[in-house]
């Protein structure tokens, strides 16, 4: 068995800005020595009257052209195997058809890259389990219950991802899936959303991975007529991979990042964007 050599001192991220949250992770791992976080702790708490979470578009900017240049996918395109916003835009609120739409398209993502996709993607998980009510619809399940009648336990509102049937293989590397399950808590002051990784990706997938988080939980609000109140990711394994520390195209992205934290910056909703998904985080 491989041991590999890390610190086991959490590292908690709190902040009311995705990009300085991720910013704030990223900085700690280039400020210190060796390659990951063990655990990772990242609580968002920023987001408007209609559930969009807040970000620093300079951050957001820099890190997509990074990823572009690298030949990797935007953070669009990752927080579309989460969440679909575009579809959802496009069911003008509307979570039947938001479903539906979203199983008529997904043999074509899956066609789109076969070998990252075939093992499917988060959201096609929490719609299309395989097994359980309401065919497998997780989230159909938790907000018909939510709706239903009162004093519902509060741990029947989790959806899960990970499938011992389907993922305990015994494959070297296994791209999909890192994140094993999602909670959603409603609370006084609002929906808050947590989602649990095994590992995680912090230069190429892990922004993508909480604006979709964030995305989700704001879909989950928008069905519970609540707001949207935060979002908690617990990572056990944050990784800084596929990226040099030392590579001179981080530059402009580390500047941005620490920009964040030492002057005011712009901060505003998550918009999305007209790409398609076409890999799997």
């Given at each position: 068995m491989t041991k590999h050599a890390q610190s086991t001192s959490p590292v908690l991220v709190d902040e009311s800005d995705l990009s300085r949250a991720w910013g704030k992770a990223v900085l700690h791992v280039l400020d210190h020595p060796g390659p990951e976080i063990s655990p990772l702790i990242l609580s968002v708490s920023g987001f408007d009257e209609d559930g969009g979470v807040v970000e620093t578009p300079a951050v957001r900017t820099a890190l997509d052209t990074l990823l572009l240049a690298k030949k990797m996918?935007?953070?669009?395109?990752?927080?579309?195997?989460?969440?679909?916003?575009?579809?959802?835009?496009?069911?003008?609120?509307?979570?039947?058809?938001?479903?539906?739409?979203?199983?008529?398209?997904?043999?074509?993502?899956?066609?789109?890259?076969?070998?990252?996709?075939?093992?499917?993607?988060?959201?096609?998980?929490?719609?299309?389990?395989?097994?359980?009510?309401c065919d497998g619809n997780q989230l159909e399940w938790i907000l018909s219950q939510f709706e239903g009648r009162e004093g519902v336990r509060r741990s029947m509102f989790q959806a899960s991802v990970f499938d011992p049937?389907?993922?305990?293989?015994?494959?070297?590397?296994?791209?999909?899936?890192?994140?094993?399950?999602?909670?959603?808590?409603p609370t006084e002051a609002g929906l808050v959303v947590n989602a649990f990784y095994a590992t995680q990706q912090l230069f190429v997938k892990a922004y993508g991975n909480y604006l979709g988080i964030a995305q989700l939980g704001s879909f989950m609000a928008h069905e519970m007529k609540l707001k949207m109140s935060r979002m908690n990711v617990i990572v056990g394994v944050a990784k800084f991979q596929r990226i040099s520390k030392s590579d001179r195209a981080l530059v402009p992205l580390v500047a941005a990042?620490?920009?964040?934290?030492?002057?005011?910056?712009?901060?505003?909703?998550?918009?999305?964007?007209?790409?398609?998904v076409e890999m799997a985080t």
């Open positions: 996918r935007t953070v669009e395109d990752v927080a579309f195997t989460i969440f679909p916003q575009r579809i959802w835009q496009v069911a003008q609120g509307d979570r039947a058809a938001l479903f539906k739409y979203y199983r008529d398209a997904f043999p074509r993502y899956q066609a789109m890259n076969p070998r990252d996709n075939r093992r499917g993607l988060y959201f096609e998980r929490l719609v299309s389990y395989g097994r359980g009510p049937e389907r993922d305990h293989v015994a494959n070297a590397q296994l791209q999909f899936p890192c994140m094993q399950h999602v909670s959603f808590e990042a620490r920009a964040c934290f030492v002057q005011p910056t712009t901060a505003t909703s998550a918009k999305s964007s007209q790409s398609i």
